[in-house]
């Protein structure tokens, strides 16, 4: 049709990479991402002209956004005691792109005490869930639903367990790694999903950076099913030294065949109870839980009833490291997973910084209405202010104002005995890579676990307007074929 009017096609923008949200002050974050790729223009479309910030109380349903003409943006009057969740969208004349992955952050202190890393940014034909349809004469089928592969939000999860702790954290997507400085913080939180080989789990310079981070003092809480994998298994020598002599962890196997754990023997320091993971029900399917365990330190979580292979390990030495063999987001009951990261943090000695509001501030941190922000601290004078991150260009900032925080109900949380919720055990339902049981730990061949798309090339453009009304996740989801 362009052609045909005799005008240049404008194709709609990629979305934006490497997402973060840092905070630079109390109540105050800059929001930072990167250009969305442009070439070739085929695949990643034309070059965005704008952004969209959107903002959420819950991570789920955003608000329209507001326009961003650079790369950086200043938020200011956040709440202090609550999360609050960002995204962006890359705009031309063309359309708007698909959304970032979600951040969030809590800014109730000067400096954030904990950074969480969103390194699940993997999307493929190999995550489409199957369903039963034999009752139908058609068998098995798989189905693209991306609210069971991906949904670029499980930042909610950890942020819910961190608030309800009362920490206050930053987020990165682990794209814009590079931009953040980790040894300014006391603990990462690194979530790898099911991320694997074909995306990597940890590039070179992950290592690098993490290994760095770690030798002078931070704490890590990994959590994933591939990252054994895709390191030790498939991994380089260099991947192999990472896994072993950095996280200070022994890979045994790909496969737990289970997606229930319990606390082993000697663990009960760290978490004394029994917990379910996702088999596809709730969030994604976790097809493939790894079995590691830690030689210089605990492992203190078992699968099974707390007897099999190795799910959950903690150490001091070689760094102060703790695992997870499955995607912490996926543990079904969300007061299992508050109690679980309450017990990792507390077997380290981790506990949240108190700073005092500043004089004149209410307890939320934000100014009392009879007395004005002072010269120093009004939006004004934040556009003057240096706040760059290291590592980060400076540019042009935006400082937009928060209005008066929205008593909305927070999301609800699922409480009650655990065993209500488990999936059905391993005898009611096949596991559809556990085989014949005669082989505890099996794997996909090579070229389905390597096998990856680019996730822009994946998803249906049609439902983009409407992304803010989908329930199960930020990027909706849809039924249609794969194109």
Partial sequence: FADRDGIAAVYPPAAPRGVRVLTTGRGIVRVSWEAPLSSPRSLHGDPATG????????GYAFDEGVEVNGTTILRDGLPVDRVTYFRVVAVNSGGRSFPTPVVA??????????????????????QLPDEDLSGYGLGSVVRMRLERMNTYDYVVAHATALADLDFSFDTVQKSGLGAVTLESYDVIVWFAGEQSTADETFTNADQEQVCTYLENGGTLFLSGSEYGWDLFEKGSSIDRTFFTNCLGLSYLGDDAGTYQAATAVGGEAVFNGTLAFDNGVFVYDVNYPDLIEAPAGITFLRYGDGTGGGAGAVMATPHRVAALGFPFETIIDTETRRTLLAGVFGWFGLEPIEELPDEGSNDDGEPDEDQPMSEETSPDSLEDEDTTMEGETAEEDVVIEEKEASDEDEPATTDGDITDLLPPTDDDYLNPDSGD?????LSLDDDERNASSDSSNMMDTGNLLDDTDAPSGSSGGCGCSLL
Avoid at 51 to 58: E, G, K, P, R, T
Avoid at 437 to 441: K, L, R
């Fill in 437 to 441: 049981g005669d082989e505890p730990f």
């Fill in 51 to 58: 952004y969209l910030l959107q903002q959420s109380a819950d």
């Fill in 105 to 126: 952050v809590r800014p109730k202190n000067s400096a954030s005490q904990v950074l969480i890393v969103d390194g699940f940014e993997r999307l493929d034909r190999y």
